[in-house]
């Protein structure tokens, strides 16, 4: 099993969209994130771990699911990154791959010697992009394919039927 552990606020400080809307509304940019990466997740089936850190919202550490995802905020005076850390410490073995999301130099260099993989924030996003272009057609095709009337009809009376319809 694969999983990708995000820095959260690493993305929301490093993504075009969600940078503007962080700037208007955190919580939405957190948001939109979730959703982005529920996204990722239902796509390629890779387990998803988003951490928050608690020095940007005060309070004490919670965890709970949005979307089947993990969503982390770390205790007062915890960092994210001592966190996905810890994190990558206990979930690194022999049939799981952790990727940590991050684009902090000092953290990449952390998580490499825990055995996890990185990738930046750009890749990531790169990624996201181009999932959401493939889920895109995905549903253009299936919209294509599916029939516009339960009975089948040739191109040529559903013409008609148009032109009825208009009145011409």
Same mark, same amino acid.
């Given at each position: 099993?694969?999983i990708?552990?995000v820095?959260?606020? $690493?993305? *929301?400080?490093?993504?075009?969209?969600?940078?503007k809307?962080? $700037?208007?509304?955190?919580?939405?940019?957190?948001?939109?994130l *979730?959703?982005?990466?529920?996204e990722?997740q239902?796509?390629?089936?890779v387990?998803?771990i988003?951490?928050?850190d608690?020095?940007?919202v005060?309070?004490?550490?919670r965890?709970?699911? $949005?979307? $089947?995802?993990?969503i *982390?905020?770390?205790?007062?005076?915890?960092?994210?990154?001592? @966190?996905?850390e810890?994190l990558?410490?206990?979930l690194?073995?022999?049939?799981?791959?952790?990727?940590?999301?991050?684009?902090?130099y000092?953290?990449?260099?952390?998580?490499?010697?825990k055995?996890?993989?990185?990738?930046?924030? @750009?890749?990531?996003y790169?990624e996201?992009?181009?999932?959401?272009?493939k *889920?895109?057609?995905?549903?253009?095709?299936?919209?294509?394919?599916?029939?516009?009337?339960?009975?089948?009809?040739?191109k040529?009376?559903?013409?008609?039927?148009?032109?009825?319809?208009?009145?011409?």
């Amino acid at each position: 099993m694969d999983i990708l552990i995000v820095d959260g606020y $690493n993305m *929301i400080g490093a993504w075009p969209e969600l940078q503007k809307l962080k $700037n208007k509304d955190l919580a939405a940019a957190r948001d939109l994130l *979730i959703e982005k990466m529920a996204e990722y997740q239902g796509f390629t089936g890779v387990k998803v771990i988003i951490v928050f850190d608690a020095y940007i919202v005060k309070g004490l550490e919670r965890k709970y699911r $949005n979307f $089947n995802i993990e969503i *982390i905020f770390t205790k007062e005076k915890e960092t994210a990154d001592e @966190r996905i850390e810890k994190l990558a410490n206990q979930l690194v073995n022999r049939t799981t791959k952790v990727f940590v999301a991050t684009s902090d130099y000092a953290e990449q260099g952390q998580i490499f010697g825990k055995g996890a993989f990185r990738k930046s924030a @750009r890749e990531l996003y790169n990624e996201i992009k181009e999932i959401e272009k493939k *889920i895109s057609k995905n549903v253009d095709e299936i919209k294509h394919e599916r029939p516009i009337s339960k009975i089948p009809l040739t191109k040529e009376v559903l013409d008609f039927f148009e032109r009825f319809r208009r009145g011409e």
